[in-house]
Protein backbone atom coordinates (compact mmCIF):
# COMPACT_ATOMS: atom_id res chain seq x y z
CA UNK A 1 0.00 0.00 0.00
CA UNK A 2 1.12 3.46 -1.05
CA UNK A 3 1.33 6.04 1.41
CA UNK A 4 -0.38 9.53 1.80
CA UNK A 5 1.28 12.87 0.66
CA UNK A 6 1.31 13.51 4.45
CA UNK A 7 2.53 10.19 5.96
CA UNK A 8 5.12 9.96 3.21
CA UNK A 9 6.17 13.35 4.04
CA UNK A 10 6.12 12.49 7.71
CA UNK A 11 8.34 9.02 7.07
CA UNK A 12 10.89 10.65 5.03
CA UNK A 13 11.51 13.64 7.70
CA UNK A 14 11.43 10.88 10.44
CA UNK A 15 13.87 9.19 8.55
CA UNK A 16 15.96 12.21 8.00
CA UNK A 17 15.88 12.51 12.43
CA UNK A 18 13.86 15.83 12.08
CA UNK A 19 11.02 15.81 14.61
CA UNK A 20 8.08 16.64 13.61
CA UNK A 21 5.53 20.14 14.45
CA UNK A 22 1.95 20.73 13.30
CA UNK A 23 0.65 23.84 14.18
CA UNK A 24 -3.49 23.90 14.64
CA UNK A 25 -4.99 27.25 13.41
CA UNK A 26 -8.60 28.04 13.65
CA UNK A 27 -9.84 28.21 9.76
CA UNK A 28 -11.67 31.94 9.21
CA UNK A 29 -10.23 33.34 12.22
CA UNK A 30 -8.84 36.59 11.71
CA UNK A 31 -5.32 36.44 10.22
CA UNK A 32 -5.03 32.83 9.92
CA UNK A 33 -4.01 31.98 6.34
CA UNK A 34 -1.44 34.76 6.98
CA UNK A 35 -0.77 32.07 10.47
CA UNK A 36 -0.52 29.41 8.52
CA UNK A 37 2.36 30.81 5.84
CA UNK A 38 3.81 32.02 9.02
CA UNK A 39 4.16 29.12 10.85
CA UNK A 40 5.28 27.11 7.52
CA UNK A 41 8.09 29.59 7.18
CA UNK A 42 9.34 29.16 10.76
CA UNK A 43 9.25 25.39 10.39
CA UNK A 44 6.05 23.86 11.02
CA UNK A 45 6.19 20.32 8.89
CA UNK A 46 2.28 20.57 8.45
CA UNK A 47 -0.80 22.64 9.30
CA UNK A 48 -4.22 21.36 10.79
CA UNK A 49 -6.94 23.63 10.11
CA UNK A 50 -9.60 23.67 12.54
CA UNK A 51 -12.84 23.88 11.30
CA UNK A 52 -15.34 25.92 13.54
CA UNK A 53 -18.47 23.94 14.97
CA UNK A 54 -21.29 25.16 17.71
CA UNK A 55 -20.09 22.49 19.98
CA UNK A 56 -16.77 21.39 20.08
CA UNK A 57 -16.66 18.69 22.17
CA UNK A 58 -13.11 18.26 22.61
CA UNK A 59 -11.88 21.82 23.02
CA UNK A 60 -11.30 24.08 25.74
CA UNK A 61 -11.86 27.80 26.12
CA UNK A 62 -9.07 29.09 23.74
CA UNK A 63 -10.51 27.29 20.57
CA UNK A 64 -14.37 26.88 21.53
CA UNK A 65 -13.62 31.17 21.68
CA UNK A 66 -11.42 31.12 18.41
CA UNK A 67 -14.56 29.15 16.93
CA UNK A 68 -16.88 31.04 17.81
CA UNK A 69 -15.41 34.20 16.56
CA UNK A 70 -14.84 32.28 13.28
CA UNK A 71 -18.26 31.42 12.87
CA UNK A 72 -19.60 35.03 14.37
CA UNK A 73 -17.43 36.93 11.16
CA UNK A 74 -19.90 34.51 9.03
CA UNK A 75 -17.24 31.30 8.47
CA UNK A 76 -18.80 28.20 6.76
CA UNK A 77 -16.49 24.93 5.17
CA UNK A 78 -16.53 26.32 1.73
CA UNK A 79 -14.59 29.66 2.89
CA UNK A 80 -12.67 27.64 5.01
CA UNK A 81 -11.80 25.56 1.68
CA UNK A 82 -11.96 28.50 -0.82
CA UNK A 83 -9.61 30.39 1.67
CA UNK A 84 -7.21 27.11 1.88
CA UNK A 85 -7.09 26.46 -1.77
CA UNK A 86 -4.89 30.11 -2.17
CA UNK A 87 -2.69 28.91 0.45
CA UNK A 88 0.43 27.22 -1.38
CA UNK A 89 2.33 26.90 1.79
CA UNK A 90 4.64 23.80 0.36
CA UNK A 91 3.63 21.29 3.12
CA UNK A 92 0.83 19.05 3.93
CA UNK A 93 -2.89 20.46 4.90
CA UNK A 94 -4.89 18.86 7.49
CA UNK A 95 -8.38 19.16 8.59
CA UNK A 96 -9.50 18.99 12.41
CA UNK A 97 -13.26 18.58 12.30
CA UNK A 98 -16.40 17.09 14.20
CA UNK A 99 -18.43 14.10 12.43
CA UNK A 100 -21.09 16.20 12.34
CA UNK A 101 -19.77 18.58 9.94
CA UNK A 102 -19.18 15.32 7.33
CA UNK A 103 -22.10 13.89 7.92
CA UNK A 104 -23.71 16.99 6.69
CA UNK A 105 -21.72 17.35 3.70
CA UNK A 106 -21.92 13.58 2.68
CA UNK A 107 -19.22 11.07 3.00
CA UNK A 108 -18.30 11.58 -0.77
CA UNK A 109 -18.43 15.07 -0.67
CA UNK A 110 -16.75 15.97 2.01
CA UNK A 111 -13.96 14.04 0.62
CA UNK A 112 -14.12 16.00 -2.44
CA UNK A 113 -14.35 19.16 -1.12
CA UNK A 114 -11.31 18.52 0.83
CA UNK A 115 -9.01 17.25 -2.16
CA UNK A 116 -10.36 20.30 -4.55
CA UNK A 117 -9.03 22.77 -1.48
CA UNK A 118 -5.72 21.10 -1.36
CA UNK A 119 -6.24 19.31 1.76
CA UNK A 120 -4.99 15.55 2.04
CA UNK A 121 -6.14 14.47 5.72
CA UNK A 122 -8.43 14.67 7.77
CA UNK A 123 -9.32 14.51 11.66
CA UNK A 124 -12.64 13.44 12.67
CA UNK A 125 -12.27 14.22 16.46
CA UNK A 126 -15.40 12.54 17.71
CA UNK A 127 -15.62 9.76 14.99
CA UNK A 128 -15.06 6.20 17.02
CA UNK A 129 -13.24 3.81 15.41
CA UNK A 130 -15.79 1.18 15.47
CA UNK A 131 -18.44 3.54 13.73
CA UNK A 132 -15.32 4.80 10.93
CA UNK A 133 -15.87 2.54 8.34
CA UNK A 134 -17.95 4.74 5.78
CA UNK A 135 -16.07 7.73 6.09
CA UNK A 136 -12.84 5.89 5.71
CA UNK A 137 -13.83 4.11 2.89
CA UNK A 138 -15.20 7.24 1.42
CA UNK A 139 -11.87 9.08 2.65
CA UNK A 140 -9.49 6.50 1.06
CA UNK A 141 -11.27 6.41 -2.42
CA UNK A 142 -10.21 9.70 -2.73
CA UNK A 143 -7.05 9.67 -1.35
CA UNK A 144 -7.62 11.54 1.89
CA UNK A 145 -5.85 10.36 5.02
CA UNK A 146 -7.66 9.72 7.73
CA UNK A 147 -5.77 10.11 11.03
CA UNK A 148 -6.65 8.05 13.84
CA UNK A 149 -6.70 9.35 17.85
CA UNK A 150 -5.79 7.40 20.39
CA UNK A 151 -6.74 7.93 24.23
CA UNK A 152 -4.34 7.48 26.87
CA UNK A 153 -7.68 5.15 28.57
CA UNK A 154 -7.30 2.77 25.32
CA UNK A 155 -6.53 -0.50 26.22
CA UNK A 156 -3.80 -2.90 24.73
CA UNK A 157 -5.95 -4.69 22.79
CA UNK A 158 -7.45 -1.63 21.41
CA UNK A 159 -3.90 0.02 20.16
CA UNK A 160 -3.24 -2.15 16.89
CA UNK A 161 -6.28 -1.65 15.77
CA UNK A 162 -6.25 2.23 15.55
CA UNK A 163 -2.89 1.99 14.40
CA UNK A 164 -3.62 -0.30 11.61
CA UNK A 165 -6.36 2.18 10.53
CA UNK A 166 -4.51 5.37 10.62
CA UNK A 167 -2.96 6.88 7.90
CA UNK A 168 -0.96 10.21 7.81
CA UNK A 169 0.02 9.49 11.36
CA UNK A 170 -1.43 8.52 14.80
CA UNK A 171 -2.81 11.48 17.20
CA UNK A 172 -1.64 10.34 20.53
CA UNK A 173 -3.80 12.21 22.81
CA UNK A 174 -1.64 13.62 25.75
CA UNK A 175 -4.12 13.93 28.25
CA UNK A 176 -7.88 13.07 29.09
CA UNK A 177 -9.76 16.04 28.98
CA UNK A 178 -10.52 19.09 26.53
CA UNK A 179 -7.49 21.17 24.66
CA UNK A 180 -5.47 23.97 26.45
CA UNK A 181 -2.50 25.17 27.86
CA UNK A 182 -1.29 23.42 30.96
CA UNK A 183 1.72 23.88 33.21
CA UNK A 184 3.26 20.80 32.60
CA UNK A 185 3.30 17.82 30.32
CA UNK A 186 0.91 15.06 31.90
CA UNK A 187 2.62 12.14 31.87
CA UNK A 188 0.27 10.39 30.05
CA UNK A 189 1.25 12.26 26.89
CA UNK A 190 4.36 9.93 27.01
CA UNK A 191 3.20 6.85 28.35
CA UNK A 192 1.16 6.63 25.38
CA UNK A 193 3.34 7.72 22.68
CA UNK A 194 5.58 4.92 24.03
CA UNK A 195 2.82 2.26 23.99
CA UNK A 196 1.89 3.41 20.29
CA UNK A 197 5.49 3.34 18.63
CA UNK A 198 6.02 -0.13 20.19
CA UNK A 199 3.42 -1.57 17.64
CA UNK A 200 3.41 0.62 14.70
CA UNK A 201 5.29 2.45 12.09
CA UNK A 202 3.39 4.92 10.95
CA UNK A 203 4.45 8.08 13.18
CA UNK A 204 3.23 8.94 16.42
CA UNK A 205 2.39 12.60 17.13
CA UNK A 206 1.39 13.99 21.01
CA UNK A 207 -1.53 16.68 20.61
CA UNK A 208 -3.89 17.95 23.67
CA UNK A 209 -2.02 19.64 26.39
CA UNK A 210 1.83 20.38 24.51
CA UNK A 211 1.49 23.82 26.10
CA UNK A 212 4.93 25.36 25.05
CA UNK A 213 8.39 25.09 23.37
CA UNK A 214 9.81 22.62 27.08
CA UNK A 215 7.01 20.15 27.02
CA UNK A 216 7.19 19.72 22.91
CA UNK A 217 11.08 18.86 24.00
CA UNK A 218 9.45 16.41 26.73
CA UNK A 219 7.19 14.92 24.30
CA UNK A 220 9.77 14.46 20.93
CA UNK A 221 11.50 12.38 22.86
CA UNK A 222 9.03 9.18 22.66
CA UNK A 223 7.22 11.08 19.91
CA UNK A 224 7.90 11.77 16.50
CA UNK A 225 6.04 15.03 16.79
CA UNK A 226 3.68 17.33 18.38
CA UNK A 227 0.67 18.89 17.28
CA UNK A 228 -0.41 22.29 19.78
CA UNK A 229 -3.27 24.09 19.14
CA UNK A 230 -4.40 26.17 21.80
CA UNK A 231 -1.01 27.86 22.90
CA UNK A 232 -1.40 29.16 18.84
CA UNK A 233 -4.33 30.19 18.39
CA UNK A 234 -4.15 32.01 21.39
CA UNK A 235 -1.32 33.95 19.95
CA UNK A 236 -3.06 34.47 16.75
CA UNK A 237 -6.15 36.20 18.99
CA UNK A 238 -4.38 38.35 21.30
CA UNK A 239 -1.32 39.40 19.33
CA UNK A 240 -1.63 38.49 15.10
CA UNK A 241 0.01 36.14 12.91
CA UNK A 242 3.54 37.01 13.15
CA UNK A 243 3.43 35.80 16.96
CA UNK A 244 2.42 32.36 15.44
CA UNK A 245 5.65 32.55 13.16
CA UNK A 246 7.57 33.47 16.45
CA UNK A 247 6.60 30.90 18.66
CA UNK A 248 6.68 27.97 16.08
CA UNK A 249 10.16 29.12 15.26
CA UNK A 250 11.00 29.18 19.46
CA UNK A 251 9.32 25.45 19.04
CA UNK A 252 10.98 24.48 16.35
CA UNK A 253 14.14 24.91 17.80
CA UNK A 254 13.53 23.30 21.06
CA UNK A 255 12.31 19.95 19.27
CA UNK A 256 15.65 19.82 17.03
CA UNK A 257 18.37 18.95 19.37
Known amino acids: MGFGTMETEFRAKRADRRKLLVPYITGGLNGWQQAIRAAANAGADAIEIG ?24 VNINTIFDGARELD ?62 APTAPDERLPRITARARGFVYSVGLLGVTGERDSLAASATTLAGRLKKITDVPVLVG ?38 DYVAEVRAAIQL
Open 51 to 74: LPFSDPVMDGPVIQEASQRALEAG
Open 208 to 245: VGVSNAAQAAQAVTVADGVIQGASVVRRLMDHGPDSVG
Open 89 to 150: VGIPLAVMCYYNTVHHAGHERFAHLLNAAGICAAIVADLPLEESGPWCAAADAAGIETVMLA
